[in-house]
């Protein structure tokens, strides 16, 4: 069989010592595997493909440790094609190539797993195209990013997207209890209680791989105790966050925290951003959004929003971390409490597609500057009304270019001070109606 890494499942028991435990922990049948319920259902499609020994060309989207290489093995077994494993960290299109002819010259198809393919760039992606056309490959990708922003077009309509779920932390634990039981076979005395195990399955953050070597690395530590929970505490076994600024992960939690701050829920606005500071994000990024939120989302409901926003960002300038961190929750709540409008975002679309449409359009006459004799000669400024001539500064006159029509660009809701702006513009433009506009 085509064997390779597998993170999850019953114990294989090879008794393998030089093995790692992550290998010797995977399964043999998809039934077995922990998570991925949706695949791993017998009436399910996945179920079926692999029963009838069929494989497709696939792009395995999903965290790390949830048995991306472990699906790929099981699709080539089943299907009984020779298995060849690249990284696209390190290989390249020689390596492929290299594997096509070998496919070629054996006139038969091989099965490629490609992990990271998101490292591949559009030329690297091109070579596949024709080898997945023809049939020479099986092409089974494996990546952490969104593969609709990192794969081209091509690529993907020939393979099937297929989202693996990070592992909750009860499969983890239940894998964590039968590697224990797999490392007993060598290693009689030792164990871990279950606050230690429950411990090391939250630790991973849905990781399988990460919570067996962390088990691994225990078992070197000393295979002849019991860990209690204080012990592998003490171990610093906790695994880092699944946090890269250009990745996913980054992009996922700062729309989380934009969309509670729009949707007024204080409290899960501030528990996004401690998300994403725990994570070590920079404050200066998260303040940067917080002052586009006080823009986008609030406007002018509430003027003192980019005021509080660009406050905090300069206290945190003057403060740093961690002090001037608490800048970022209080400005947080305040946006996330505030009267909301998208009153003005939507009033610079508008304005903007408007203007995009209409470069050609002159400047009406009577609004042209008129600073030199020729040009008041030419009419420049000619009939132009001065609003404070006016007793109430309300002018009739026209202020768009002729033939464009705009009735309203700007369009404040009924709430907080923009409430009070429409009552303004209706007023201005009853005004402008008695004086003839």
């Not at 890494?5 to 922990?34: K, N, Y």
């Not at 080539?76 to 594997?99: H, I, N, R, T, Y």
């Not at 009406?364 to 004799?373: D, E, I, S």
Request: hydrophobic letters at 45%.
């Amino acid at each position: 069989m085509n064997r390779q890494a597998s993170f999850f499942g019953e114990p294989a028991g090879t008794g393998r010592i030089d093995v790692p435990l992550a290998h010797r922990m995977r399964p043999e049948r998809l039934e077995d595997v922990a998570g991925q319920r949706e695949l791993a259902k017998p009436d399910g499609w996945f179920a079926r493909m692999i029963a009838e020994g069929r494989a497709i060309s696939c792009i395995f989207w999903g965290p790390p440790g949830v048995g991306k290489t472990t699906l790929a093995t099981m699709m080539a077994d089943a299907a009984g094609l020779p298995f060849m494993q690249l990284s696209a960290v390190s290989a390249g299109k020689a390596e492929v190539q290299a594997l096509v002819r070998r496919a070629r010259d054996e006139g038969r198809t091989w099965l490629l797993f490609l992990d990271e393919i998101h490292r591949f760039n559009k030329a690297q992606q091109d070579v596949l195209l024709p080898c997945i056309e023809d049939g020479t490959l099986v092409l089974v990708g494996a990546t952490t990013e969104n593969p609709s922003f990192s794969l081209n077009n091509a690529l993907l309509s020939r393979c099937r997207v297929i989202v693996l779920e990070a592992l909750s932390a009860d499969d983890i634990a239940g894998i964590l209890r039968r590697a224990c039981e797999v490392l007993r076979q060598d290693a009689p005395d030792f164990a871990l209680d279950d606050q230690a195990i429950e411990f090391l399955a939250r630790s991973a953050d849905g990781d399988a791989r990460y919570a067996l070597n962390a088990l691994e690395a225990l078992l070197e530590a000393d295979a002849g105790r019991t860990w209690l929970l204080a012990d592998v505490e003490a171990q610093q076994l906790r695994r880092a966050a699944r946090y890269d600024r250009d990745g996913d992960a980054h992009y996922d939690l700062i729309s989380a925290l934009h969309k509670c701050v729009r949707d007024s829920d204080a409290d899960a606005s501030v528990y996004w951003l401690a998300r994403m500071l725990e994570a070590g994000e920079e404050p200066l990024y998260i303040m940067r959004r917080l002052i586009r939120m006080a823009t986008e989302d609030i406007g002018l409901a509430d003027p003192r929003a980019l005021t509080v926003a660009m406050d905090a960002h300069r206290m945190y300038q003057v403060l740093g971390s961690p002090e001037g961190e608490q800048a970022l929750f209080e400005t947080a709540i305040y946006l996330a409490l505030a009267p909301k409008s998208n009153a003005v975002y939507m009033a610079e679309k508008a304005a903007r597609a408007l203007a995009s449409g209409t470069r050609e359009a002159d400047v009406p006459m009577h609004l042209r500057n008129a600073p030199t004799r020729l040009m008041k000669e030419l009419g420049h400024g000619q009939g132009y009304q001065y609003a404070h001539h006016a007793d109430d500064a309300i002018v009739s006159q026209r202020h768009f270019p002729e033939g464009v029509e705009a009735e309203e660009l700007y369009s404040p809701a009924g709430r907080g001070f923009e409430k009070t702006l429409r009552e303004r513009m209706d007023w201005i433009r009853s005004r402008r109606r008695e004086k003839g506009a």
